[in-house]
């Protein structure tokens, strides 16, 4: 499982406030125990609440270089200031997200295609959130259509059918399992597919369970990657556990130590 | 044999480079130093990805001459089997094997009982004969090994040797002196990839880094088990090209030891003359244990017979050619 950390968001108040204020300290070390925990991206978000999002996004992914060697994903919904971010940024990044629209997709695609990104494609248009199946599986293949004309390879296209809250949604959440699973028959070579697993708990109470819950059984639907909180201990055993089921790592009597020791799966 | 390749595999992964032998310059006294593994790739697909290092060849020297050793082998032998540094010398410059592997037999109890200064005198006067590093066994008593094997590396220390074999039940005492006296170790499971992966994490918990582990698979000869050995290695290779860091070391295959206990490389030509020529049929078996062995990954073959060597040494030439 391809594990990108979610933990420099602005969404949070600790975070907004390291960036307000510049404490590099604060992020760096933010940075590190994600990567140490597992993560193999990390995902950088000023938050609403930024005031000069480009300069903050900036000195965001500057930061979190010189502390880490791992691929950045770029979370703005500002082409300038994705294209500004992707243009310093040392490793391959990765684009956090286009939606199934045409015109924002003709705006990301070239972007995913100049600066070797990939991109992270949300299975909604205008039209707002599908509410069943079927509906993200024809968005995925219009987002693949589209990718495929414009030159970007399935292999660097992550769709993500859009994790609905538990407590707004619970009758779509075995179809979205099912979508992550179809996804991977849409094309060939297969496109990758990611959740932003949190959304699943959205204001309910056990999130931790429900998150760790939810990602054991995607993992079981073929997921490939996941936008998460690695500091999660109980998540990264059940995700360490699931990936054994699955005979994607081999087994030895000191399993989750194997896999810290790997730093990925 | 690349264009045949229908399908191309990209890992995005490594296996370690361990090194051994240490030179002057890094603090030994080595002349000829060898590097193995670092492939991003499996066995000799170099279309998937750079093999950088051809497998080598130890050729087995022990410090007591060995009984239970068949005719087919002991005739070529004969010269030199009780003269351990005369031995050592055969292998390396008639036989062309890359160094030798010191087999401490001698220090078993039932088997000599030779002392630990016998035990580091000699791998001292062979490293003085030799300009190669060289592998070094105990004699697989553990109490024993764990004595004198420990004295045998404070003796060599800096020399960047590999020592062995330690196993899941027995493994501090040697790791602990080849880490303060700077050797590789050779990490030994039951033809058991769970078992391999976790001895791997226990010798590395003990403050040996990865790239001075190298993995003892266990394998069987031609017609005992050699398929098993080759599908654990395979599943090995497989998991560490994915980016198992805790199956990424090379291996060492004990292919003469194997072939050798096989009772087709064993049988005198009068009890089965329908096998024919018995020395033939002892280096033959050898070989193919040893060029399977290769296919399936190994990195440093353990081996017998000079001809043998000589013929297993001229096709890792061939299969390096590319």
Redesign the interface.
């Known amino acids: 499982m391809y594990i990108i950390g979610e933990l420099i968001n602005g969404m949070y108040k600790n975070v907004a406030r390291a960036i307000a204020e510049r404490d590099k300290t604060f992020v760096q070390s933010l940075a590190q125990l994600q990567v140490e925990a597992g993560a193999a991206a990390l995902d950088l978000s000023c938050g609403p609440l930024s005031r000069s999002p480009l300069d903050d996004m900036l000195w965001l992914i500057d930061v979190v270089q010189d502390s880490v060697q791992v691929s950045l994903s770029l979370d703005t919904t500002k082409l300038n200031i994705m294209e500004e971010g992707l243009k310093r940024l040392r490793k391959n990044g990765i684009i956090n997200s286009t939606s199934a629209d045409l015109e924002r997709l003709e705006a990301y695609l070239p972007l995913a295609n100049k600066y070797n990104a990939s991109l992270i494609a949300l299975t909604m248009d205008k039209k707002g959130v599908p509410q069943d199946k079927d509906r993200r599986l024809e968005l995925a293949a219009f987002i693949l259509d589209v990718a495929q004309r414009n030159g970007l390879s399935p292999s660097s296209i992550f769709l993500d059918p859009i994790l609905m809250p538990i407590n707004v949604a619970q009758n779509q959440l075995f179809g979205i399992l099912e979508a992550l699973r179809d996804f991977k028959l849409l094309s060939d070579p297969a496109p990758k597919t990611v959740v932003g697993l949190s959304n699943i708990s959205q204001g309910a109470k056990d999130r931790r369970l429900i998150n760790r819950t939810f990602l054991t059984m995607a993992q079981g639907f073929g997921l490939d990657s996941a936008i998460l909180d690695p500091l999660d201990e109980a998540l990264m055993e059940s995700l360490i556990a699931g990936e054994l089921i699955l005979n994607k790592?081999?087994?030895?009597?000191?399993f989750v130590?194997?896999y810290r020791?790997?730093?990925?799966? | 044999m690349a264009e045949e390749l229908k399908y191309v595999e990209k890992w995005n992964s490594k296996i370690n480079e361990l090194k051994l032998g240490a030179a002057k310059a890094d603090g030994g006294t080595r002349g000829k130093v060898f590097k193995v593994g670092n492939q991003a790739s499996l066995p000799y697909l170099f279309k998937e990805g750079d093999i950088p290092f051809a497998p080598i060849i130890a050729a087995e020297v022990y410090d007591v001459p060995e009984d239970d050793w068949p005719q087919a082998l002991t005739e070529d032998l004969k010269d030199v089997f009780r003269h351990p540094l005369d031995w050592a010398v055969k292998m390396v410059e008639e036989a062309g094997a890359d160094l030798v592997c010191l087999k401490l037999q001698g220090i078993h109890p039932d088997l000599g009982g030779k002392s630990a200064k016998d035990a580091q005198g000699l791998a001292v006067a062979l490293l003085k004969k030799l300009n190669t590093p060289m592998v070094v066994l105990g004699c697989g008593q553990a109490d024993t090994d764990n004595e004198v094997l420990p004295l045998v590396s404070e003796a060599t220390k800096g020399e960047r040797l590999l020592f062995g074999d330690v196993v899941q039940e027995n493994y501090k005492t040697l790791t602990a002196a080849c880490i303060a006296d700077g050797h590789n170790i050779i990490a030994e499971s039951p033809i058991d990839?769970?078992?391999a992966?976790?001895l791997n994490?226990?010798v590395?918990?003990l403050g040996m880094p990865q790239d001075r582990i190298i993995i003892n698979p266990t394998i069987g000869a031609l017609g005992y088990g050699i398929e098993y050995a080759y599908s654990i290695m395979e599943?090995?290779r497989n998991?560490a090209l994915s980016?198992?860091?805790?199956?990424a070391m090379p291996f060492i295959c004990f292919a003469g030891q194997e072939a050798w206990s096989a009772k087709e490389a064993r049988v005198i030509e009068a009890e089965a003359p329908q096998w024919g020529n018995a020395r033939q049929r002892g280096i033959m078996w050898e070989v193919v244990t040893a060029m399977a062995m290769l296919h399936a990954g190994a990195d440093i073959l353990t081996m017998r017979h000079p001809e043998a060597i000589r013929i297993v040494k001229a096709a890792i030439a061939d299969l390096m050619r590319h």
């Open positions: 790592t081999i087994y030895c009597a000191d130590a194997a020791k790997s730093k990925r799966i | 990839v769970n078992i992966k976790q994490i226990l590395s918990d599943r090995a998991a980016g198992d860091r805790m199956l």
